[in-house]
């Protein structure tokens, strides 16, 4: 009688934590974080979104519940840190989440031994590092930019063999050339839930066009160009000059 009533008591805490965070969310990333079903998502927008806010969002969610591991991992450490780690502390100390730093590196633990770690994916061998773990959920973030995904892959998915409830998810802005793993899990048909947005769901910005029109403005662009298309209003056109250089 008492486990039960305990279990009843936790879940009702799990709930309303999860409800605190999704609260701080626009109404397009609370789709997407309340997405825990999904074995596979991608999340492709375009620039101030608030994708890597939702990212933080979704991993403090799924800690919320006890024994549960993340990965979040980014092109290369430090952009792991800056983009992702240090904001989530932030995030935590806002909704008065307990954590514990293990490693500044990016990775942190919690009282219901739940823990987030973060990775660089810098080179070829990076992903030999995510190997000896069992983890719930992945964030492959700026997946655009990401080498050697499906490697990486091969080495997350067996690891989440542990959790009946597992997700890989995979983040980014339209890629600026073609042929990209992202640009093909996001028009994968079967077995994967997509979503997009773009700087217009993000209710923090006051006036999305007077910030377009000013960053026109700024580099010589009109709307119509390729650079304005896909980083602000996440249309998948790609440069030019990149397909070129490839």
Same mark, same amino acid.
């Given at each position: +009688? #008492?486990?039960?009533?305990? !279990?009843?008591?936790?879940?009702?805490?799990?709930?309303?934590?999860?409800?605190?965070?999704?609260?701080?969310? &626009?109404?397009?990333?609370?789709?997407?974080? *309340?997405?825990?079903? &999904?074995?596979?998502?991608?999340?492709? $927008?375009?620039?101030?979104?608030?994708?890597?806010? %939702?990212?933080? @969002? +979704?991993?403090?969610?799924?800690?919320?519940?006890?024994? =549960?591991?993340?990965?979040?991992?980014?092109?290369?450490?430090?952009?792991?840190?800056?983009?992702?780690?240090?904001? #989530? #502390?932030?995030?935590?100390?806002?909704?008065?989440?307990?954590?514990?730093?293990?490693?500044?590196?990016?990775? /942190?633990?919690?009282?219901?031994? *739940?823990? /987030?770690?973060?990775?660089?994916?810098?080179?070829?061998?990076?992903?030999?590092?995510?190997?000896?773990? *069992?983890?719930?959920?992945?964030?492959?973030? !700026?997946?655009?930019?990401?080498?050697?995904? *499906?490697?990486?892959?091969? /080495?997350?998915?067996?690891? @989440?063999?542990?959790?009946? =409830?597992?997700?890989?998810?995979?983040?980014?802005?339209?890629? =600026?050339?073609?042929?990209?793993?992202?640009?093909?899990?996001?028009?994968?048909?079967?077995?994967?839930?997509?979503?997009?947005?773009?700087?217009?769901?993000?209710?923090?910005? %006051?006036?999305?066009?007077?910030?377009?029109?000013?960053?026109?403005?700024?580099?010589?662009?009109?709307?119509?160009? $390729?650079? /304005?298309?896909?980083?602000?209003?996440?249309?998948?056109?790609?440069? +030019?000059? %990149?397909?070129?250089?490839?």
């Amino acid at each position: +009688k #008492l486990d039960s009533e305990r !279990e009843k008591a936790l879940a009702r805490d799990v709930d309303f934590n999860k409800y605190r965070i999704l609260k701080l969310a &626009s109404h397009s990333q609370q789709l997407y974080l *309340s997405d825990e079903s &999904s074995k596979a998502i991608t999340l492709m $927008t375009s620039r101030r979104y608030g994708k890597t806010t %939702a990212n933080q @969002m +979704k991993a403090l969610i799924e800690c919320m519940e006890p024994n =549960r591991h993340v990965f979040y991992i980014n092109v290369t450490q430090e952009m792991a840190l800056q983009q992702f780690f240090n904001p #989530l #502390l932030e995030l935590c100390d806002k909704v008065n989440f307990p954590y514990s730093i293990l490693d500044k590196d990016g990775y /942190i633990e919690f009282p219901n031994g *739940s823990w /987030i770690k973060c990775f660089g994916n810098s080179n070829q061998y990076s992903s030999d590092k995510m190997q000896g773990y *069992s983890v719930s959920l992945c964030i492959i973030d !700026e997946t655009q930019s990401q080498r050697n995904v *499906s490697k990486m892959v091969d /080495i997350i998915r067996p690891a @989440m063999a542990d959790y009946a =409830r597992n997700q890989i998810v995979y983040t980014g802005t339209p890629p =600026r050339i073609p042929g990209t793993y992202f640009e093909k899990v996001v028009h994968a048909e079967q077995g994967i839930t997509h979503y997009f947005g773009t700087l217009f769901d993000n209710p923090f910005i %006051a006036n999305p066009e007077e910030l377009i029109e000013q960053i026109c403005k700024e580099k010589g662009l009109t709307r119509e160009d $390729t650079l /304005i298309q896909r980083e602000f209003y996440g249309k998948e056109v790609y440069d +030019k000059e %990149a397909r070129i250089i490839k």
